[in-house]
């Protein structure tokens, strides 16, 4: 039995959950999220409380149990709370700036790099080396932290570029120099 399938989802005041036609649709405060239902396991909504079961021990409802378990617990999350990501920008000139609905960073390229906001995510730019990327939808959020990431990865030498808050880059040794 999957460890995480079997726990709870206790459900916060204002977010409700429920099942239509094979779709399963979480609606709170900050909006609505819905993901498609897996074959083979099954929702119980009951008090307050979502509890996820499976039909068979078949190999792909074992996997499907503990996955559907964690994206409705992401759900709920994201219409009550909201996920964020923090970036920051390391190096001499690197920068970003919002202009309208674009993000603009100066990375050191020769021109700059334009980012759009896509549809649910909010990009707050905190100080010219701090992006702070906030959305009901963990998957979006992350990918958009990725994306972004992803123009200025953290080299190891000097640990220049975009790292995630909190990130712990390895940093190797120069040249040994001239013997």
Do not use: C, W
């Not at 309208?100 to 905190?126: D, F, M, N």
């Not at 000097?158 to 990130?167: F, L």
Request: charged share 25%.
């Amino acid at each position: 039995m999957s460890r995480i399938g079997r726990k709870p989802i206790t459900l916060p005041k204002g977010v409700d959950v429920s099942v239509n036609g094979g779709r399963i649709v979480v609606k709170g405060s900050k909006g609505e999220l819905s993901t498609h239902m897996m074959p083979g396991v099954n929702l119980k909504i009951e008090g307050g409380v979502v509890n996820v079961s499976r039909e068979n021990d078949e190999k792909q409802t074992r996997a499907s149990h503990g996955l559907i378990r964690a994206l409705v617990a992401n759900m709920v999350t994201g219409v009550s709370e909201g996920f964020q990501r923090t970036l920051e920008l390391v190096g001499v000139g690197y920068r970003a700036q919002k202009q309208g609905g674009k993000l603009v960073l100066s990375l050191g390229y020769s021109h700059p790099i334009e980012v759009e906001e896509p549809a649910g995510i909010e990009i707050v730019v905190e100080n010219p080396i701090k992006i702070v990327i906030k959305g009901i939808d963990k998957q979006v959020v992350g990918q958009v932290s990725a994306i972004i990431r992803g123009y200025r990865p953290p080299e190891p030498y000097h640990g220049k570029g975009i790292r995630y808050a909190g990130e712990h880059i390895i940093r190797k040794a120069g040249k040994a120099g001239a013997k």
